[in-house]
Structures are given as C-alpha cells and as structure tokens.
C-alpha cells in the first residue's frame, strides 16, 4: 500500500511538473501579451527604465493609471535594463514568484505537519492548481507578491516554534514587501498580527508599529518623489465600481474548482478548532475577506482568487496530517476519512486538464495575436502622430507610449476625476494619426455596452463619428477584432 502512495504522488507531480514546464516554455516563447493588464504594466515598467517616469499626475498626459505598488515594476524596469525583453523579463519575475510559493508551501507544511506525504499532497494541491500555474507565467504582480507573503507566514511560523526575533523580523520584510508589491496583499500580515495579539499584545502592537512604520515612510518617500502620483494612482484611481455579475462570475469559478481543497480543509476544522484556531485557518479566512472585498470590482480577474487557493491547499495539508489520512490509507483502515482520497485525487484531475485546455488556448492566442499585428503594423508604421488604442499589446511592440488607456480613462471621467475636454479637443483636430476600437461607431450597437469593455467616454466617441473615418477592420483575437479609425481629413 505504501509503494501505491508513493507511486500515484509521484506519478501526480510529474504531471504538474511537466505542466508547469509546459506553461513556463510556453511564456518565454511567446513574443505578445497574454492579458492587457500583461502590456500595461509592461509600458509602465519600460516608462520606468528610460526615465520617463511611472506615477503620472491624471489631470494631464499621458491619462494611464500605474495601479500597483512600485517593487514589480522596479524589478521589471531593472531586468529590462539587464538587456530582457519586457514581457519575458515580467513574466521571469512571476515564475520566480511560483518557485517561492511552492518552495513555502512545502516548508510551511513540514513544518506544520512534519509528515512526509501530507506535506507532499499538500503542495501537489497548490502545484496542480491550473489558476496559479497559469498567473505564474504571466508578467503581472500577483504571484511575485504572493510568494513575499507565503514567505511572511512561514517565519512567523518559524517564530512561533522557536521565538527568535530573526524570524519575526524577516516575516515583517516579506509582509511589508507584499504589500510594496500589490496593495491587496495583506492577508499573512493581518494573520500574523491576529496570531501575535493573541500570544502576547505588547509584542503584537511593536511589530504593527514597526510596519506601519516602515511603511508609511516608504510610501510617504515615493509620493513625495512622484509629486503626489504615488497615491493618486495606487489609492484614489484603483478604486473602481462593484459589479455584481463579476461577484457571481468569481464565486462560480472558485466554488467547483476549489470544492476538493476545500472539503478536505473542512474537515479538519474541528479538530484545529479543539486545540485553538491553527494560523493557516486564520490566513484562509482573512485571504478569503480580501477576495469578497475586491474581487468584485470592475477589472478585477481570477488572479484574486490565487490567496485563497493558496491558504486552502496549506488548510487541506494539515487536514490530511491531523487526521491521520495517510497512516488510515496504509493501514488499509476503514475509516471515513480515507474517502478524502476522492476530493484529493477530483481537484488534481481537474486542475490538470482546466491547465492543459488553458496552455493549448494560450499557444493559439499567441498565434493568432502574430498574426493579428502583422495586419496592424501598417497602420502603425504610417501613424506620424500619437495613436489611442484599445489594445495595449500592439503599442508595445511598435514602441509607442500609451496616451490614453481607455478604460481607466473611461472609468476617471465618469467619477469626475478627470476633465474630458483636453483629449476631446484634439480628437476633433485630428491630433491622433490612429484611434483602435472594439467598436464600429457607425453602426448602432447590437447591444447594451459593458461596462469593463476598454472604450472611450461618449463625448470622446462623438469626436471620432464627427471627424475620423473607419479606415480599416481587422479580426483579432478579442470580440470582434480591431476597427482602425482615421483622421477624415487625412490621406486615404
């Protein structure tokens, strides 16, 4: 029985291994954006690197958002500069950030549980998981940040078990790099000062001061530096409307991708709850609040979810110890815990073939993005003056900066944040050489627009029917693909 064990686990994380494998060659082989977030921050990061800045004032060009904190785009900036192309230098960074989460998932659960093969399943549940696997290949921030702060929670408990100061101490340096990472990363930070304060509140309330201290000194340094961007861009532009159709889009992704880590988590709930709360429970359910929190923000993706799958596969790992799962399997008990076995082995299947679907869609999109800018380039190349575009990746590639990112843009002007009229303005004197669209705005919609649609605000809109006419249609790989759109008055 126990050479069966070892062989489905070691059969199991071949396979996520080869996934994985298969998602990272996949990412240094691409030469175009997986998701526009991808670009952006791209354009920020090489905006960063050539001296031109990263948290730019709203009431002026360039009308973009640098939403993030500033640590990824700095590493990305400083890989470019190391001769990277911007995409494989950001995407470098995430799969460094894959590599810390897996590598603290197994050192958290050893240390948590200290049984082999409840660690091993423990993170084959995290390795497996098709939604990590797939945000580790991407240049964005999320799992860099999330691996800063799997990090945290393992020196905090390494803290916990020892009581030296070097582990609290390096547990705040993860913490607050999370945090200088991506702003919503402050689920371990919370667990370990919830832990701490029921442990020993004096201790508790010098390590909050420390970090707030700490934090509030950088942040204050980089706003100052900014002239006030800093804030402007990662606090008051980040906050988007709620949409109830992207909260029920989140839920009916997590609730069945997620219901095995989940079940074997529940069920060891009661027996962490008759020896006090464990840590890991605490972090589950304080990433879950961030998620309900901001998940359902317009803009917001199933990278949200990647905490609270992450706390969930570290809850199911002790599960599987505290219960004496594998010693129950080996000694061919018949308890009703070994039925974990199937939660275990459907979360694994599953998320191996979601990763498979998801790197064969990858590999097409990529494909059809080539051939998608080959069309493109032409108009690029004509365009003498600044070109707004919908689409973020083509700019990249052709080097122009972004002026105005539409749906932020959008999304500025409707709160009153940001005056349209200068942009108006100079889509009504053909300033722009280029403007790309989803859209045909002289045909009626066929239907209700959506809200997280990249577009511009109606005004804006009006400017390009009255004088820019529709120079060419492109099929492409989002919606209806790309409508170019001309100065009326230019050549033909």
Request: one cysteine or more; proline letters at 5%; charged letters at 15%.
């Amino acid at each position: 029985m126990e050479k069966y064990v070892r062989r489905t686990l070691a059969v199991l994380s071949t396979g996520a291994a080869a996934l994985i494998a298969a998602h990272i060659s996949a990412a240094l082989w691409a030469q175009h954006e997986v998701t526009q977030n991808e670009s952006a921050v791209a354009i920020h990061s090489l905006g960063l690197a050539s001296g031109q800045g990263l948290y730019h004032k709203l009431g002026s060009y360039p009308y973009t958002v640098s939403p993030y904190m500033p640590l990824f785009y700095a590493a990305q900036a400083a890989l470019h500069r190391l001769g990277l192309p911007p995409f494989q230098a950001g995407r470098l960074l995430s799969i460094l950030g894959l590599a810390g989460i897996l590598w603290g998932v197994w050192k958290i659960l050893r240390l948590s549980a200290g049984e082999t093969y409840a660690t091993w399943a423990g993170t084959l549940l995290a390795a497996s998981t098709a939604n990590l696997i797939f945000w580790g290949t991407v240049g964005q921030v999320d799992v860099l940040g999330l691996g800063f702060s799997i990090n945290a929670l393992y020196c905090y408990l390494r803290y916990r078990r020892a009581h030296e100061g070097r582990y609290l101490l390096w547990s705040g340096a993860f913490a607050l790099a999370a945090l200088f990472t991506k702003q919503t990363l402050i689920a371990a930070g919370c667990t370990i000062l919830i832990c701490l304060a029921s442990e020993n509140r004096r201790r508790a309330a010098w390590f909050a001061l420390s970090i707030a201290g700490a934090g509030i000194s950088l942040a204050a340094a980089v706003n100052y530096g900014t002239s006030g961007g800093f804030l402007e861009n990662t606090v008051f532009a980040n906050i988007n409307p709620f949409s109830s159709v992207k909260f029920a889009a989140q839920l009916r992704y997590l609730l069945p991708v997620t219901c095995g880590s989940m079940l074997i988590a529940a069920a060891g709930l009661p027996a962490g709850l008759r020896e006090g709360l464990h840590p890991l429970y605490t972090y589950a359910a304080a990433s879950l609040a961030v998620l309900l929190g901001t998940g359902s923000k317009i803009g917001a993706d199933l990278n949200y979810q990647l905490e609270t799958m992450m706390a969930l596969a570290l809850c199911a790992g002790w599960s599987l110890h505290r219960l004496r799962f594998f010693p129950l399997c080996l000694e061919k008990s018949r308890s009703a815990v070994t039925l974990l076995q199937a939660p275990l082995l459907v979360y694994i299947v599953l998320n191996f073939v979601m990763g498979g679907r998801i790197l064969n869609d990858r590999i097409f999109q990529e494909i059809s993005r080539r051939e998608e800018y080959a069309q493109l380039r032409p108009y690029l190349d004509s365009a003498k003056g600044p070109v707004i575009s919908v689409q973020f990746d083509p700019l990249l590639q052709s080097g122009r900066r972004l002026e105005v990112e539409p749906l932020i843009y959008t999304l500025m002007v409707g709160a009153g944040r940001v005056d349209p009229g200068p942009v108006c303005r100079d889509l009504a004197a053909g300033k722009f050489s280029l403007v790309i669209l989803f859209e045909d705005l002289f045909q009626p919609p066929a239907a209700p627009r959506d809200a997280e649609l990249p577009s511009l605000p109606a005004p804006a809109l009006d400017a390009i029917r009255r004088n820019y006419r529709l120079a060419g249609h492109i099929p492409g790989s989002l919606l209806a693909g790309d409508y170019i759109y001309q100065p009326a008055n230019g050549p033909s």
